[in-house]
T-cell receptor, first 108, second 114 residues
Framework: AQRVTQPEKLLSVFKGAPVELKCNYS??????LFWYVQYSRQRLQLLLR??SRESIKGFTADLNKGETSFHLKKPFAQEEDSAMYYC??????????FGQGTRLTINP | EAEVAQSPRYKITEKSQAVAFWCDPI?????LYWYRQILGQGPELLVQ??????VDDSQLPKDRFSAERLKGVDSTLKIQPAELGDSAMYLC???WGTGAYEQYFGPGTRLTVT
């Protein structure tokens, strides 16, 4: 079965420190992977997708098929990065499968 | 900027009662999704519409949940009868189509069943 695992429910780092939010997936085919973010009192929104290979708000994520991972990284955290982050998998052209989410807190 | 609208934002109901949620997608979006998000978990797809047709309702508890999108625009999700375990956030999302199109989410309806 397709599954997304985000091992950290909570992650707290200091402003200016590097951030890495972990995401592992299980899927035997070629996956589409996404990171969604939900800021306080805002809607869930797409942050980035692996096929775009872009940096959004300083965040990047690299798909590692060997390790079945899609970790989200940012070299220097900012206070406005505090939010709930969800990794999601779309196996084939099917529905999105979300992980449980990681609440990121950036301390001043 | 166009957004997905949902109402009500909050709903408290007693178990065994009926409850309904409404979603108005972004104009022109053919695909509409209903998700359920239990506290501490990620969203889980309940039902997906392409225009007025259901394309995936494999996770919809059909004994008590129903969903419709009669004219291929707005949609209603109903629960009858509600159970304590139905307490959750119900999210609606829409996209131009299936596949690679980005999904845009509504603010959600938080349901509490007492």
């Amino acid at each position: 079965a397709q599954r997304v695992t985000q091992p950290e429910k909570l992650l707290s780092v200091f402003k200016g420190a590097p951030v890495e939010l972990k995401c592992n997936y299980s899927y035997s085919g070629s996956p589409e992977l996404f990171w969604y973010v939900q800021y306080s009192r805002q809607r869930l929104q797409l942050l980035l997708r692996h096929i775009s290979r872009e940096s959004i708000k300083g965040f990047t994520a690299d798909l590692n098929k060997g390790e079945t991972s899609f970790h989200l990284k940012k070299p220097f955290a900012q206070e406005e990065d505090s939010a709930m982050y969800y990794c999601a998998l779309r196996p084939g052209a099917q529905k999105l499968v979300f992980g449980q989410g990681t609440r990121l807190t950036i301390n001043p | 900027e166009a957004e997905v609208a949902q109402s009500p934002r909050y709903k408290i109901t007693e178990k065994s009662q009926a409850v309904a949620f409404w979603c108005d997608p972004i104009s022109g979006h053919a695909t509409l999704y209903w998700y359920r998000q239990i506290l501490g978990q990620g969203p889980e797809l309940l039902v997906q519409f392409q225009d007025e047709s259901v394309v995936d309702d494999s996770q919809l508890p059909k004994d008590r949940f129903s969903a419709e999108r009669l004219k291929g625009v707005d949609s209603t999700l109903k629960i009858q009868p509600a159970e304590l375990g139905d307490s959750a956030m119900y999210l609606c999302a829409s996209s131009w189509g299936t596949g690679a199109y980005e999904q845009y989410f509504g603010p959600g309806t938080r349901l509490t069943v007492t």
